[in-house]
């Protein structure tokens, strides 16, 4: 009789190694993407306008227009990971093209006496985050994968880990995640491919002992990721008098992430009956959010101009599933039943990014350019994993509100306009999320672009480049093997403007 792929839904939110802080951190994150223009200054518009893209810092950006437009932007994003594990350097790349902006905005103007100048309508869709990226690490560890198996098999009955009479390997393993849990389901694991064995042949055991024996082993870990963050803005604004903007926008998320790793081991000493072992983990996200934003911009005189903006929370609606296989020289004959075809279904969880405040300041030379600065503020310790009431969140919580704190951010942008010509440069500086920024460094971003205004329309081209260092851990729990990768982004993107 042909096997077939199972699916089974796992009803409690036992899985260990998908919700946690580094979730938390992905999705409350937003690169410096857009219009081309924007990303040539930086992002630094909060007191501008007059870009779409501008809409995620200052809402009241769009009132700025004096006419209607309609945008597209496309980037070429590049990623460069030196990733330094056991003393062993590794160097990857990836590289993908994609539309990560289009938007328009309608300018209506008063045809009476009104202080309301004109009112704006806008909407925008930015590439918030592209996940695609891929590290390779290599290198030679003291901790082997078998301890990740055994830090999850101690205290877990041997019973419910060996197959009944006539039961398919895939069964027992979905079964044993759903009924269970995560720990009992890794246990199965290590012990189905040999990586473990039971200190006492019983049922009822609950001690496990190591089949790897050696020193030292090496370790090669491959971890690919793509799919992005999406944000649809629908916007209002309006003109008040001849010096004040006011605006407010409805933003709303998609998520698409998956994300997987492989890992392969050997070098154990020459009596070991472990000799290589192959672990794989593929995880898969999904989810909306929504979120939205308050923000005035104010001309002081004809030179300076104030803005402030008010960014909510943005609530997430997220579910994951979750795919294994292994592979080793003692496991059992039928172990690559388990593959990526045996999905885990996880019940749907709900991520809150904190809310972010930003002001900024721009100096406007008239026909001549501008400098822009923008200040933003985020607390990442008040981010959550909901429900609240689920124990294993509200320890993640815990840990969130005790590791991470605020996020300064400063932004700088110019532009110096030569005839029809525009020359930008732009800088941007974000601090680590973490009170301790050995897990995660501060982020620094140059970039530079120029503008052609053709009059109806305008052609924009940029260069951006952000530098930050990250410790990547190889798995969320069981063990806290970690690459140290100075990560490099470098963005291309070209922008077109039709206006009407």
Not at 379 to 405: C, H, Q, V, W
Request: proline fraction near 2%; charged fraction near 15%.
């Amino acid at each position: 009789m042909k096997r077939i792929s199972t699916f089974i839904m796992i009803l409690a939110c036992t899985f260990a190694s998908a919700q946690t802080i580094d979730d938390v951190l992905r999705y409350s994150t937003e690169n410096i993407q857009g219009t081309a223009r924007y990303q040539a200054m930086g992002g630094a518009f909060g007191a501008l306008g007059g870009d779409l893209s501008a809409l995620n810092i200052n809402p009241a950006g769009s009132a700025v227009f004096n006419f209607s437009e309609i945008g597209i932007t496309g980037s070429n994003y590049h990623t460069s990971n030196d990733a330094l594990y056991g003393n062993t350097l590794s160097t990857s790349t990836s590289n993908s093209l994609d539309f990560n902006q289009v938007g328009g905005v309608f300018v209506f103007n008063s045809s009476n006496d009104s202080p309301w100048k004109k009112i704006t309508l806008a909407f925008n869709y930015d590439l918030a985050q592209n996940f695609d990226n891929e590290f390779v690490a290599s290198g030679n560890s003291s901790v082997g994968i078998d301890n990740y198996f055994l830090n999850f098999a101690q205290g877990e009955p041997l019973g419910p880990l060996r197959t009944q009479q006539g039961e398919y390997i895939e069964d027992a393993y979905l079964d044993i995640g759903a009924n269970l849990g995560y720990s009992a389901q890794q246990a199965f694991l290590g012990f189905q491919s040999g990586i473990i064995e039971p200190v006492d042949d019983d049922d009822q055991n609950t001690s496990y002992f190591s089949n790897a024996q050696y020193g030292s082993v090496n370790q090669r870990y491959i971890q690919n990721t793509s799919g992005f963050n999406s944000k649809f803005t629908l916007n209002f604004a309006s003109q008040y008098e001849d010096n004040l903007y006011l605006g407010a926008s409805v933003n709303f998320h998609n998520i698409f992430y998956d994300r997987i790793s492989y890992l392969d081991e050997d070098g154990y000493d020459a009596g070991s009956p472990i000799q290589y072992i192959s672990f794989d983990n593929f995880l898969h996200t999904e989810g909306h959010g929504f979120s939205f934003s308050l923000g005035a911009i104010a001309k002081l005189n004809q030179s300076i101009r104030v803005g402030g903006s008010y960014q909510s929370p943005t609530w997430y609606t997220l579910t994951d599933d979750t795919s294994q296989r292994i592979n080793s020289n003692l496991a059992v004959s039928d172990i690559d039943f388990i593959n990526f075809n045996v999905v885990n279904l996880y019940d749907e969880y709900k991520i809150k990014t904190p809310e972010k405040y930003t002001g900024s300041v721009a100096l406007v030379f008239g026909q001549d350019g501008l400098i822009s600065l923008d200040y933003s503020y985020q607390d990442m310790s008040k981010a959550e994993l909901r429900p609240t009431s689920d124990p294993s969140f509200s320890a993640e919580n815990n840990y969130i509100a005790s590791t991470l704190g605020a996020v300064n951010s400063y932004r700088l942008g110019g532009e110096y306009r030569i005839e029809e010509v525009s020359l930008r440069a732009g800088y941007r500086f974000e601090e680590s999320p973490y009170e301790n920024s050995n897990f995660v460094g501060d982020l620094n971003g140059y970039s530079a672009g120029i503008g052609y205004n053709f009059g109806a329309n305008r052609l924009d081209l940029s260069y951006s480049r952000s530098e930050q260092d990250v410790n990547t851990y190889f798995f969320d729990g069981g063990i806290d093997n970690a690459a140290f990768i100075n990560r490099i982004n470098t963005n291309i993107a070209l922008g077109y403007t039709l206006k009407f």
